[in-house]
């Protein structure tokens, strides 16, 4: 999203406008946007395009930290970590999706009935959806880790009611690591969903009230695919960072089958030393979300979507 | 003192005339990266004869003074503490005692994340910001002596050490003749369970292969403590094995992986006192603090064997303040102040003349100190018995080659 870059102003006008006060060579004017940008091409050029284009020329060296990284052009890096890695590639995709599933469903009616029963306190109560961001992402996931455990206070009632074998628990299980994330990552699904909601116009539904369409109806028909553009923007704020998270798989997990990709090119990094390997596992999840994130962008339409996320 | 081979020796020595000294203003040196040469450098060396060495270490010990400062960076909760949080006597003695002020920082919370951290610095021949690093012995201090990015000491600035030090830090098997390091605190790899859960004693590495304890056992996430534990349980020392035992060693750990709740990289110790685990590989010194704050843990040495480590204070190449460090470095090894760390820290102390001291000091003490120190200075886990050492074994130190064989070996254990 955030790579996206503004639309540049319309020239026109404003070469009109000085052109008839003072002459002026007429390139100036032409230039005169391009300028107005130029710092948010300076920024994305140190920020983003050379550090994606060190780390795709490291992606091909070879050698080890002692004696340094040379380029030596070894495209088979990507293949040697695809084939090494790709179940937790697979497995992160399958999290990510399952996560973002659960977001939307549990997300979507907490936008809905912030933007049309929140009444006075909309602001408040976006502002208490957006309270846990003042506390660190790791103390909250840890906290979860104090919640869940085996004689914490959820499992232990669990077991004294009967309701689970003795040997039950729920931390270091892929639903610790998939509710982790849902938990931490929903705020970005609320938040877009209810801009796209709350700009729907009351009228509409009184509308379609007189004509005698079913409160159901009306919203299949009309809330729904207005939001649309609200959805779309919240699935890519969410699907994007869950899939690439690896504090949840670390702290809820337990390396027992539940390890996501973002953790293994950690290891790569700063355990093995294998910047490589790292930058190669890396490229292949931009890859992989780029081209995921292109194909829904075909399926779901994206003219919407800049006027709902800047909005 | 031992004859020093001169690849010990390098240190001081490599050219330091370089390309990479003009692109060394920070991020330029990314976008130096990909207009240069497309590489990311190494180390240089070049060899000196011995005598040579021997002078380029003794000028540079005479060109550097004494600057009062020292930037000493530790792993946490690893010092004695005063009454508030931040304060801590033996480094408050310190100061009054030399004039050198210590800003004491706990930067420290692997050896792998904290060398990828100082690597690029000392690879760009800059100040990592720290006179004193403490490093495990292992792969990763073995590479910050290969790629000598390590001063050797002034052996003339280490008479405590000489005087006061025990056998097991004296001319260690992995820093010969102790040109590099000092050691701070040594400690054991062994087991740690709760009795009261597990129901029975656990003697051996093969209690954790039990099926009594499916989901209830923990092991840690690393190339270093696992492989050489898993090593030990196949009846081997680590330090001497072959590839055959990393593969024996390697399939005893996926025969175990189902009953293993979790590969810990932290946290073990609260998941131990909770009870989400009921044994689990674990630090004698993590065992022996959380028994002194209520728990009822218990810590064994297995009888196949386990790894025992040392932590090593070094100072990186380009320090700021290296006379200071080699003061402080020696300073510990006085008895009375190895007493002061050993009471706080709770690991094998590097100075076995702190024992009677800590006696001394627990007959003085009354109430819960005093019981406290009886049981600090009688415990097998600060000092071992000579049976027990025996028992112990250091880690494997591998070369590049093996190093990659090993990874690709034990990390699909603790990362699928």
Redesign the interface.
């Known amino acids: 999203m955030t790579t996206l870059a503004p639309e540049p102003p319309a020239p026109a006008p404003l070469a009109v406008q000085q052109a008839a006060r003072r002459p002026r060579p007429a390139w100036l004017g032409k230039l005169t946007p391009y300028w107005l940008v130029l710092p948010g091409w300076l920024w994305l050029a140190i920020f983003f395009v050379?550090?994606v284009?060190?780390m795709l020329?490291?992606s091909t060296?070879t050698?080890?930290?002692?004696?340094?990284?040379?380029?030596t052009f070894r495209f088979s890096n990507y293949s040697d970590a695809w084939s090494a890695y790709h179940?937790?590639f697979v497995r992160s995709l399958v999290y990510g999706g399952i996560a973002t599933g659960l977001c939307l469903l549990l997300g979507y009616p907490v936008a809905f009935w912030i933007a049309f029963r929140g009444g006075a306190h909309k602001s408040s109560l976006l502002f208490l959806i957006l309270l846990p961001f003042f506390v660190s992402f790791v103390i909250r996931t840890q906290s979860w880790?104090f919640i869940l455990?085996?004689?914490?206070m959820v499992v232990s009632r669990l077991r004294d009611w009967g309701w689970v074998g003795q040997?039950f628990?729920i931390?270091?299980t892929p639903a610790a690591v998939i509710g982790g994330l849902t938990y931490n990552f929903i705020p970005f699904m609320i938040l877009p969903i209810y801009v796209a909601l709350e700009r729907i116009d009351l009228s509409l539904l009184e509308a379609a009230a007189d004509l005698y369409a079913s409160r159901t109806l009306a919203f299949l028909r009309i809330v729904f695919p207005l939001s649309i553009p609200g959805v779309f923007a919240g699935v890519l704020l969410t699907f994007v960072p869950v899939s690439s998270d690896y504090v949840n798989a670390?702290?809820l997990g337990?390396?027992?089958?539940t390890?996501m990709i973002g953790?293994?090119i950690q290891?790569q990094?700063?355990?093995?030393?294998n910047?490589p390997a790292a930058a190669a596992l890396s490229f292949i999840l931009m890859a992989i979300l780029l081209v995921g994130v292109f194909i829904y962008a075909r399926l779901l339409g994206t003219d919407e979507v800049l006027e709902a996320a800047t909005r | 003192m031992n004859e020093l081979p001169p690849d010990l020796l390098r240190g001081l020595t490599q050219s330091r005339v370089s390309r990479r000294q003009a692109l060394k203003f920070g991020g330029l040196s990314?976008?130096g990266?990909?207009l240069s040469?497309?590489?990311?450098?190494?180390?240089q060396s070049s060899k000196l004869g011995l005598r040579a060495a021997r002078a380029e270490i003794a000028k540079y010990w005479q060109t550097h003074k004494k600057t009062g400062q020292l930037n000493f960076g530790n792993w946490p909760l690893y010092i004695d503490v005063g009454s508030k949080k931040s304060d801590h006597p033996s480094l408050d003695l310190f100061t009054k005692q030399t004039g050198i002020h210590v800003r004491y920082l706990e930067d420290i919370q692997s050896n792998?994340?904290f060398?990828?951290k100082i690597?690029p610095q000392l690879a760009a021949q800059q100040y990592t910001g720290y006179d004193i690093i403490v490093i495990t012995n292992g792969q990763y201090l073995a590479?910050l002596i290969?790629?000598d990015y390590l001063v050797p000491l002034d052996q003339d600035r280490m008479t405590n050490f000489y005087a006061h030090s025990s056998q097991l830090v004296r001319d260690p098997s992995y820093d010969r003749g102790n040109v590099y390091t000092m050691a701070w605190q040594s400690g054991m790899t062994g087991i740690g369970y709760d009795p009261k859960r597990v129901g029975h004693e656990i003697t051996s590495w093969q209690d954790l292969q039990d099926p009594r304890l499916?989901?209830k056992i923990g092991m840690f996430?690393?190339?270093e403590d696992l492989p050489n534990a898993a090593l030990c349980a196949v009846g081997v020392n680590p330090e001497v094995s072959t590839q055959a035992d990393w593969h024996r060693a390697a399939d005893w750990l996926h025969k175990q992986?189902p009953l293993?709740?979790?590969?810990y990289?932290q946290?073990y110790i609260d998941?131990l006192s909770?009870?989400?685990i009921w044994a689990s590989m674990a630090y004698s010194g993590d065992i022996f603090q959380a028994n002194l704050s209520g728990s009822n843990l218990k810590f064994v040495i297995p009888k196949e064997g386990a790894a025992i480590w040392t932590d090593n204070m070094c100072i990186p190449q380009h320090s700021e303040h290296p006379v200071d460090a080699m003061t402080y470095m020696d300073f510990v090894y006085r008895p009375d102040v190895a007493a002061m760390l050993a009471e706080g820290i709770n690991y094998i102390t590097p100075v076995s003349d702190a024992q009677p001291l800590i006696r001394k000091d627990a007959q003085a003490a009354s109430g819960d100190d005093r019981k406290t120190l009886e049981y600090l200075a009688t415990s097998p886990l600060i000092f071992p018995t000579p049976d027990e050492f025996a028992r112990l074994h250091r880690f494997r130190v591998n070369d590049?080659r093996e190093q990659k064989i090993w990874?690709a070996l034990f990390?699909p254990v603790?990362?699928?």
């Open positions: 050379i550090p284009v060190v020329s490291v060296m050698g080890d930290i002692a004696s340094g990284f040379k380029q179940v937790q880790n455990s085996d004689n914490g040997n628990h931390l270091q670390s702290i337990g390396s027992t089958g390890t953790n293994i290891t990094y700063f355990t093995n030393l910047y | 990314a976008v990266l990909v040469a497309c590489s990311i450098p190494g180390a792998d994340t060398f990828a690597q590479q290969d790629l499916r989901g996430a690393d190339n992986r293993v709740r979790k590969y990289d946290g998941a909770r009870g989400d590049k990874n990390e603790y990362q699928s």
